[in-house]
């Protein structure tokens, strides 16, 4: 079993920035891929990014690019999301995540959730 928790939400005006953290722990051994989903309310959950744990490659949606950076840090088991020029439609939960192929929606292991509210 893993468990990954995330950390880092909160409230913050238009423009300004976040990072939030997973922590990803127990049988770690052979993760594949780490990201983050979001979903706001009323909306279906949505891939945000994922990296490989191998390699660091990362994939963004097409609404984060240029604004959110994923990055992950082995030696902790942690995957860290920075974003940056926030606006109010990035308001949601964000879930961290981890399995063989988040932007194929095959997920092993999902985070409790933090809440991101963007004010405008």
């Known amino acids: 079993q893993v468990q990954v928790v995330e950390s880092g939400g909160g409230l913050v005006q238009a423009g300004g920035s976040l990072r939030l953290s997973c922590a990803a722990s127990?049988?770690?051994?052979?993760?594949?891929?780490m990201g983050w989903f979001r979903q706001a309310p009323g909306k279906e959950r949505e891939i945000v990014a994922a990296?490989?744990?191998?390699?660091?490659?990362?994939t963004y949606a097409d609404s984060v690019k240029g604004r959110f950076t994923i990055s992950r840090d082995n030696a902790k088991n942690t995957v860290y999301l920075q974003m940056n020029s926030l606006k109010p439609e990035d308001t949601a939960v964000y879930y961290c995540?981890?399995?063989?192929?988040?932007?194929?929606?095959?997920?092993?292991?999902w985070g409790q959730g933090t809440q991101v509210t963007v004010s405008s």
């Open positions: 995540a981890a399995g063989p192929s988040l932007f194929r929606l095959i997920v092993d292991y």
């Open positions: 127990g049988r770690t051994f052979g993760l594949l891929n």
């Open positions: 990296i490989t744990w191998i390699g660091g490659s990362s």
